[in-house]
């Protein structure tokens, strides 16, 4: 099982960047995949998860509206599509097998569950400044 996170770079308050998640050794029939961050200095935190077998998707409070999360079966990617980012938004943004598909709290944010994250890409670094 692996997951290659990509597509971080540096952008300009209000700016867009998209990341992938290529994944192999397993597909979205068998578990979720989630993107979590984890800032300098800050605990990590759950960002969106895409549930298994064209389940739902979930969101943080912090990224609705802003963020979206889908998918190409066929690449055997996910996508998260981040749009109007600003610097709270800085951070290395991982990509992992969410065992668990996708925990949720009663508001229906995705939250941070590490016992459920398998496995997990390399990382990817987004820096919004200006």
């Known amino acids: 099982v692996q997951l290659q996170a990509s597509g971080g770079g540096s952008v300009q308050p209000g700016g867009s960047l998209r990341l992938s998640c290529k994944l192999s050794g397993f597909t979205l029939d068998d578990d979720g995949v989630g993107w979590i961050r984890q800032a300098p200095g800050k605990e990590r935190e759950a960002v969106s998860c895409?549930?298994?077998?064209?389940?739902?998707?979930y969101y943080a409070e912090s990224v609705k509206g802003r963020f979206t999360i889908f998918k190409d079966n066929s690449k055997s990617t996910v996508y998260l599509q981040m749009n109007s980012l600003n610097a709270e938004d800085t951070a290395i943004y991982y990509c992992a097998r969410d065992s668990f598909n996708c925990p949720y709290d009663y508001n229906g944010n995705y939250i941070y569950m590490e016992r459920g994250l398998n496995s997990w890409g390399q990382g990817t670094l987004v820096t919004v400044s200006s």
């Open positions: 895409i549930a298994s077998n064209d389940g739902p998707t």
